[in-house]
């Protein structure tokens, strides 16, 4: 089954550095997902749920295809490989810890840490029945620090995270790396993050989800309902009229379009970021939208992505990213907007995009500093305060 899981990721495009397939190939990933039939635990393109509370899940195997994505950016990040490196993952489940431990090899180490007794104990147990009993296991709450003096090369962080505390960049050796799935501007990336002094600077970025940090570094997504099936996002202390919205939806629609024609290739998730560090230098509240799939099918909205689409409300207005228009194998960029001004506001949010077009398609680069940082000491960005560190949002074009 593990050759096939590699074979089937192989086959939807995904690209591997020879070690991860290496590790992917000997660590049998049934071990840790009991309970669930063999078929499921190899599905490439989804989670494997291990523990829930009430209705939502606190504890999962992540998908194949992410993990793989995850330990390529940690092995990229780090010069020379995970052979031999002392590594920290936070939030257990004990399947990518035993690839971590196939990775670094005899000579290095691997500590997992999941802040729940139930998961620490089932991890444990199939570390063991896979051979992996030299791994070690903390039960803790990872927001404080868990070693006394920087000797980590990489910690990597399988759960969601507002923030980065500061026992994170302290536990690093210099030029050591921080693979997490960091939500920013509402909208989550896995980061890899590289030691810079008292600071951390991104190598690179993915798309993905997780499930929420706990503990003391959890922090809760609010979500608003503001029309049948429509939903907005908010994570960084937004306050907005849910009536207000839902008002704006009501009335007519203005669309917009970038005049651009991109290849299927293009990264959008670079394109959202762009949106989100222009906007909210500008509007009221930068929002991210989400709908149910009855909510488009019905004509509500039509954003880009059902589940996260870059959204602002200004001056009484509300605009967000819209559907793509596809014209053969080529598509454009919308906005769609609500309110005495949808006319200039899809407008203004499309020139955002042909901007990020004529600029080449810039990536985003994050860089993460402690939160006493002066205004003065900080890169040239945009600005997003957490409590324990000051994240500043840059792109570089490709």
Known sequence: MVDQLVADQEAKGLVMLPEVEAALRTVPREVF???VAVEEAYRGDSAVVTKRRGAGTVSSVSAPWLIAEMLGQAVDALDGGLAGRHVLEIGSGGYNASLL????????????????PEVTERAVACLTAAGYGDVTMVCADAEQPLVPDPCLD??????????IP????????????????LRTFGMTRSWALRRDGDRLVSRSQRLCG?????????????????ADGVHLRLDEGQQVSPNQVGGLLSRPR????????????TVLADLDLWL???LAAEVDQFLVLAAQQEAVDTG?????????TPAALHEGTFVYRSALRWTDDMFDLGACAHGPDAADAAGRMVAHMRAWVDGGEPAPVLHVLPARTPDGDLPAGTVLDKRHSRLVLTFTPV
């Open 33 to 35: 997902t009991p309970g």
């Open 101 to 116: 431990r196939e990775l670094v090899g005899e000579s290095g180490s691997v500590t997992t840490v999941d802040i729940d």
């Open 154 to 163: 990489l910690i990597i962080v399988t759960a969601g995270a507002w923030d």
């Open 166 to 181: 500061a026992a994170w960049t302290g536990q690093l050796v210099e030029g050591g790396v921080l693979v997490v799935p």
């Open 210 to 226: 997780f499930v929420a940090m706990q503990g003391a570094g959890a922090h809760d997504v609010r979500y608003i309902d503001v």
């Open 254 to 265: 203005e669309q917009a379009w970038a005049g651009v024609s991109l290849p299927p290739r």
């Open 276 to 278: 989100a560090a222009r």
């Open 300 to 308: 509500v909205v039509a954003p880009a992505w059902r589940f996260g």
